[in-house]
């Protein structure tokens, strides 16, 4: 199965220039990035989205989404981002559910499967997190959250969508922002992946299942991306702080496409 990287910039590289120098040293790369069997997803400001389709629009591998988009297509929303004006334009992606989300925007899981409905509709794909707080895995609670959130999110969800449906397992504790002392080992990331592979065999039967790749997100970066993505056997990563310099991301693309050869 095709492993994917999505690097999500949050609310960084805001100002043009710094827009600006990432995309021209990213494009330094651009006859290497041609010809990858790994798929890449950038998800930049909203505000650069436009811009970043148009520059890679003729990197086959390249594709560009928003790191977020209101469950609606149109209407009195004020300050809403329409998925429909992403698909309008070329981009193909949307993530949906990061915990930042919930913990700075009050997001709760009935609003994402609210987004993930209007998303899907479109017939985008939706990058969905699903992760236990610190709390949570204090008291062994990982399977429960993990089962909860999905239950809630694909509770209506259609199998026909199930091929634009992309699951991240992020751990919240263990986002680089939140400086975790240990991020997750290959056994813990492997189990969650079960755990969740699990859900979706129970919902939808396993040749369904099967048409859901699982990320993981937390923390990912050169030094352990090859861990992550063949020793944990995760399809690929949701990529913070590591994204915002294209030699440290291009250099986690180059160790999985090497290792998937």
Same mark, same amino acid.
């Given at each position: 199965? $095709?492993?994917?990287?999505?690097?999500?910039?949050?609310?960084?590289?805001?100002? #043009?220039?710094?827009?600006?120098?990432?995309? !021209?040293?990213?494009?330094?790369?651009? /006859?290497?990035?041609?010809?990858? *069997?790994?798929?890449? =997803?950038?998800?930049? %400001?909203?505000?650069?989205?436009?811009?970043?389709?148009? /520059?890679?629009?003729?990197?086959?591998?390249?594709? =560009?989404?928003? $790191?977020?988009?209101?469950?609606?297509? #149109?209407?009195?929303?004020?300050? +809403?981002?329409?998925?429909?004006?992403?698909?309008?334009? +070329?981009?193909?992606?949307?993530?949906?559910?990061?915990?930042?989300?919930?913990?700075?925007?009050?997001?709760?899981?009935?609003?994402?499967?609210?987004?993930? /409905? +209007?998303?899907?509709? &479109?017939?985008?794909?939706?990058?969905? @997190?699903?992760?236990?707080? !610190?709390?949570?895995?204090?008291?062994?609670?990982?399977?429960?959250?993990?089962?909860? $959130?999905?239950?809630?999110?694909?509770?209506?969800? %259609? %199998?026909?969508?199930?091929?634009?449906?992309?699951? @991240?397992?992020?751990?919240?504790?263990?986002?680089?922002? *939140?400086?975790?002392?240990?991020? %997750?080992?290959?056994?813990?990331?492997?189990?969650?992946?079960?755990?969740?592979?699990?859900?979706?065999?129970? !919902?939808?039967?396993?040749? $369904?299942?099967?048409?859901?790749?699982?990320?993981?997100?937390?923390?990912?970066? /050169?030094?352990?991306?090859?861990?992550? @993505?063949?020793?944990?056997?995760?399809?690929?990563? &949701?990529?913070?702080?590591?994204?915002? =310099?294209?030699?440290?991301?291009? +250099?986690?693309? #180059?160790? =999985?496409?090497?290792?998937? &050869?």
């Amino acid at each position: 199965m $095709q492993k994917i990287i999505v690097a999500n910039f949050k609310m960084n590289l805001v100002l #043009k220039f710094e827009i600006e120098n990432w995309i !021209k040293g990213f494009l330094r790369y651009k /006859q290497e990035l041609a010809s990858l *069997n790994t798929g890449i =997803v950038l998800a930049p %400001p909203i505000l650069s989205t436009l811009n970043f389709i148009e /520059q890679f629009k003729d990197i086959k591998s390249i594709a =560009v989404g928003l $790191q977020d988009s209101f469950w609606e297509r #149109k209407g009195s929303f004020t300050g +809403g981002i329409s998925a429909s004006t992403l698909k309008s334009y +070329g981009g193909e992606y949307v993530i949906l559910g990061h915990s930042e989300r919930k913990k700075y925007f009050g997001e709760t899981e009935e609003v994402v499967a609210y987004k993930l /409905q +209007g998303v899907s509709k &479109l017939g985008l794909k939706s990058i969905v @997190c699903v992760g236990e707080t !610190k709390e949570e895995k204090e008291k062994d609670l990982t399977k429960e959250s993990l089962g909860r $959130q999905l239950k809630t999110y694909l509770d209506d969800f %259609p %199998p026909g969508r199930l091929d634009k449906l992309i699951l @991240c397992y992020e751990p919240v504790w263990a986002i680089s922002t *939140n400086k975790p002392v240990n991020p %997750p080992t290959a056994d813990e990331m492997m189990t969650a992946k079960l755990m969740m592979k699990k859900f979706l065999v129970e !919902k939808y039967g396993a040749s $369904q299942a099967e048409k859901v790749k699982i990320l993981y997100g937390g923390s990912a970066n /050169q030094h352990n991306v090859e861990e992550i @993505c063949f020793e944990a056997s995760m399809d690929g990563v &949701l990529v913070g702080k590591a994204s915002l =310099v294209p030699a440290e991301l291009m +250099g986690m693309i #180059k160790r =999985v496409e090497e290792r998937s &050869l």
